[in-house]
């Protein structure tokens, strides 16, 4: 392992990492942190979901963390949600983008702790995926016709759940107009059978969240661990001294880690964590 000692502060994923299929905190992994934190070891919750669905899992794990939401957009202190800081969306993009995605609906995100609501749902053409997103979440939503009645709201990111090609051929189609002012990922959500294009200011990213956290806490970075599952895991998993992948991980993920999981994810995970905990301090 690239860290000789014991890790001073852990990163992980949660969907895919710490949560299984079922939605659930593997129980196995549930008890490899608890004991990682016993050991002094601190914990950091990094995940694609808003605090409104990552709060179930972090309850469930029960231990004081900080956690990134939005894919390293908000930043906080767990329990009691403490924001520590915002890395929002360029605001003058935000016509722009919603222009380059119709005729597609799309979600706009906000900071719901400032707004009372979670995302906007630009909506024009639905697809099948975000049609079954909205069933589950249309209470969190504030729904729109028209980009203009987004004025005057920050947006964390943009997320618009699609067919595989359509997302592809767009976050490709971004990547060359907008190179360096945003960042444009296709991620596998775990509630949506397609992929999903996400969009984010560069500076959010869950890389820059760790890096946060660690300098926060007075870590340095070669006393790191970070585990993920997906695409959107890879700027932690190489900001990392060590950066581990999941089984089956997604989106090339395994050729930015130093090291690949294989096998039962809760039994192979569990066991990284033990392992690490046991290094010398």
């Known amino acids: 392992m690239s860290i000789?000692?014991?890790?001073?502060?852990?990163?992980?994923?949660?969907?895919?990492t710490v949560v299984d299929g079922n939605n659930e905190v593997m129980p196995a992994v549930r008890e490899q942190l608890q004991a990682c934190r016993r050991a002094g070891i601190?914990?950091?919750?990094?995940?694609?979901?808003?605090?409104?669905?990552?709060?179930?899992?972090?309850?469930?794990?029960?231990?004081?963390?900080?956690?990134?939401?939005?894919?390293?957009c908000l930043l906080w202190e767990y329990p009691g949600w403490?924001?520590?800081?915002?890395?929002?969306?360029?605001?003058?993009?935000?016509?722009?983008?919603?222009?380059?995605?119709a005729p597609y609906s799309a979600n706009?995100?906000?900071?719901?702790?400032?707004?009372?609501?979670?995302?906007?749902?630009?909506?024009?053409?639905?697809?099948?995926?975000?049609?079954?997103?909205?069933?589950?979440?249309?209470?969190?939503?504030?729904?729109?016709?028209?980009?203009?009645?987004?004025?005057?709201?920050?947006?964390?990111?943009?997320?618009m759940p699609a067919p595989d090609a359509e997302v592809l051929r767009l976050r490709d189609a971004i990547r060359g107009r907008y190179d360096g002012q945003v960042l444009a990922l296709a991620v596998h959500w775990?509630?949506?059978?397609?992929?999903?294009l996400e969009l984010f200011s560069p500076e959010a990213n869950k890389g820059s969240?760790?890096?946060?956290?660690?300098?926060?806490?007075?870590?340095?970075q070669q006393r790191v661990l970070a585990v993920g599952d997906d695409v959107n895991d890879q700027a932690m998993i190489e900001w990392a001294a060590h950066g581990v992948a999941m089984p089956q991980s997604t989106g090339g993920l395994e050729?930015?880690?130093?090291?690949?999981?294989s096998g039962s994810k809760a039994e192979?995970?569990?066991?990284?964590?033990?392992?690490?905990?046991?290094?010398?301090?």
């Open 209 to 220: 969240a760790l890096a946060f956290f660690a300098a926060r806490l007075g870590i340095g």
């Open 255 to 261: 050729q930015h880690a130093d090291e690949v999981l």
């Open 42 to 72: 601190a914990l950091a919750f990094l995940t694609g979901r808003r605090p409104h669905t990552a709060g179930k899992h972090l309850d469930a794990i029960g231990l004081p963390a900080l956690a990134a939401t939005n894919s390293g």
């Open 82 to 101: 403490k924001q520590l800081e915002r890395r929002m969306f360029p605001s003058e993009l935000v016509q722009p983008i919603a222009e380059l995605l």
């Open 190 to 196: 775990p509630l949506v059978p397609s992929r999903t």
């Open 108 to 159: 706009f995100y906000v900071d719901a702790s400032r707004t009372g609501f979670e995302f906007f749902c630009l909506d024009r053409q639905p697809t099948p995926a975000l049609d079954e997103y909205l069933e589950r979440w249309a209470g969190q939503a504030r729904r729109i016709q028209d980009p203009a009645e987004m004025a005057g709201y920050e947006i964390t990111q943009v997320a």
């Open 268 to 281: 192979t995970l569990a066991a990284l964590l033990r392992r690490v905990r046991e290094l010398p301090a």
């Open 4 to 16: 000789a000692a014991r890790p001073q502060l852990i990163g992980l994923d949660l969907d895919g």
